[in-house]
């Protein structure tokens, strides 16, 4: 799990999404408007709008390209459960949140250095 993770405003440019994921070595950022998660943006959701003929990421918002429906599960939530039901739908990420607050994202990529972990060196 990636804890305070960086974040973005629904208002903010693509570009400064990218900006942000390239440089945090990230691939989801939670979409905030006054501190509120309203979405995920993520590094495919980017590719596909730089896709779009004449689509400039400079000038193209943040919530033109997020996902409004976020998987968010409470600090405190069994792994095991958020692991089979980012399997079961396909979810790149869940968003930790407590309260209102998100405290951090956890990726495919964590769920498999978890598996990593459990296989241990035998495998």
């Known amino acids: 799990m990636t804890p305070t993770p960086h974040s973005v ?10 900006k942000l994921m ?24 980017i590719l596909y709008v730089q896709a779009i003929p004449g689509v400039d990421i ?22 095991r459960a958020v692991v089979q039901d980012m399997a079961e739908n396909r979810y790149g990420c869940a968003v930790i949140v407590e309260g209102a607050k998100v405290v951090g994202v956890f ?8 598996l990593a972990q459990h296989l241990g060196k035998d495998y």
């Open 107 to 114: 990726t495919t990529t964590d769920a498999l250095d978890v």
């Open 22 to 45: 390239h440089d945090n070595k990230c691939r989801h950022l939670p979409v905030l408007e006054h501190g509120k998660l309203v979405g995920i943006v993520s590094e495919r959701d």
């Open 9 to 18: 405003g629904k208002d903010q440019p693509l570009a400064t999404a990218q």
């Open 58 to 79: 400079h000038k193209t918002t943040v919530e033109d390209a997020m996902t409004q429906s976020v998987y968010c599960v409470p600090p405190e939530q069994r792994l």
